[in-house]
């Protein structure tokens, strides 16, 4: 047998790893599967705004040849404006690249920017496309730890406990998968402060920015570093429900020209794949200039904000499991009692959910945790359909 390529011994994802696959053999045999594990708004008769539709079938013809690598000139623009509202005074238009959907973005920046043996800063819990990116790259994701008891914010000491001679970048993710919390504006400080006196460079994931609940702003870590570098990652996929359309970019930020280098790193990756989609960069302006649409389901009676409540409502009611209440984004990362539960894997304890409640969910060892008690769930489903779910799943803990 052919071995794989070494590079890939690291990289994974539970989001659609083995709980996944063995759900899809279940669902190939005619059992009907709650797929909870993946945030695709679509598939939970979510629909895309009509402005979306509409730039997309009136626009179709100026996407049929490739574009500039870096992304069309409007949607470009429009991105800019938009991060410019958000208090990024340094990009200019050649700073922004547009890509297939985030994943590729973080791909490309991490071989942009890290040399093999440099260490990259990611929370725990974390979304494992950034340790891949970084293993892919050679580099090695060190893991600050976030406060469950301090509503899931990064532990800055620990941040500083971490770093080392070979520390090059801080990830921020922010609103935050899995946990679906948005950091105050005082915690983003305090990160970019970390990176001030460090010398880092930060990624910045704020992908969920426009998904966020109760009145609360978020805040972007490049408007609380002007003198920092810094590169910003967002996109389309979950605040207007277009997932498959892969519509994903990055901002530089930096004063002084300190991203140049990187820049040209850049230009020189876009330019292997030629372009992004551009279908999908077609609706990029008409997008950002909606954002009421989106806003739409984060209110009281909003689809978001009542599952949200439908979620926390069950937990509540049911012991030895909790949880904390998400801000933004359509994730929660419920904590059980292990010990009570007589639960040491957590993927057994999914399997079980998955065989006997014909539910999926993804284990929390999936993003990185480093215990075996807690478990993302997308709350997408309608709210008595979710509420449901959450009680089998609690009812499942409760039977063991």
């Not at 547009?98 to 040399?115: F, K, P, R, T, Y």
């Not at 992908?207 to 810094?230: F, N, Q, T």
């Amino acid at each position: 047998m052919i071995k794989n390529a070494r590079r890939m011994n690291t990289v994974h994802s539970d989001i659609r790893g083995p709980l996944y696959q063995e759900a899809l053999r279940m669902m190939k045999d005619g059992t009907s599967i709650l797929r909870l594990n993946t945030g695709n708004p679509a598939a939970f008769g979510f629909t895309l705004p009509d402005s979306v539709r509409g730039a997309l079938l009136d626009g179709i013809d100026k996407a049929v040849a490739y574009c500039d690598s870096r992304g069309m000139p409007d949607s470009r623009e429009a991105i800019l404006s938009y991060h410019r509202s958000k208090g990024l005074n340094h990009p200019v238009m050649e700073d922004i690249f547009i890509g297939n959907g985030v994943s590729e973005m973080a791909q490309m920046a991490a071989m942009a920017v890290l040399d093999p043996g440099d260490e990259i800063l990611v929370p725990c819990p974390n979304y494992s496309l950034w340790s891949n990116a970084a293993y892919l790259a050679g580099a090695v994701p060190v893991y600050y730890r976030c406060v469950e008891e301090n509503h899931w914010l990064p532990d800055l000491q620990d941040i500083e406990s971490k770093i080392t001679d070979r520390t090059k970048v801080l990830l921020i993710i922010n609103p935050n998968n899995p946990t679906g919390v948005l950091y105050p504006e005082e915690c983003v400080k305090a990160l970019c402060d970390i990176a001030r006196r460090h010398g880092l460079i930060i990624f910045s994931d704020e992908i969920y920015d426009r998904l966020v609940m109760d009145g609360k702003v978020h805040v972007s870590s490049a408007a609380m570093a002007e003198d920092l570098p810094v590169i910003t990652f967002n996109g389309l996929s979950k605040s207007h429900i277009i997932c498959g359309f892969r519509c994903g970019w990055m901002v530089l930020s930096s004063p002084d020209g300190e991203l140049n280098e990187i820049r040209d790193a850049l230009e020189r990756l876009s330019s292997m794949r030629l372009c992004g989609n551009t279908l999908t960069q077609l609706v990029i302006p008409a997008a950002l200039n909606d954002p009421e649409s989106t806003k739409a389901m984060l209110v009281p009676g909003g689809r978001l904000y009542e599952q949200r409540k439908a979620v926390v409502d069950v937990i509540s009611r049911n012991d030895g499991i909790s949880v904390v209440p998400n801000d933004a984004a359509f994730y929660v990362f419920p904590k059980y009692d292990a010990e009570r539960f007589h639960i040491r894997d957590d993927h057994d304890f999914g399997m079980g959910v998955l065989k006997e409640k014909h539910i999926l969910i993804v284990p929390g060892s999936g993003f990185g945790y480093p215990t075996p008690d807690h478990f993302r769930i997308v709350m997408l489903p309608e709210a008595d359909e979710l509420a449901k779910a959450v009680q089998d799943i609690a009812d499942y803990l409760h039977q063991l």
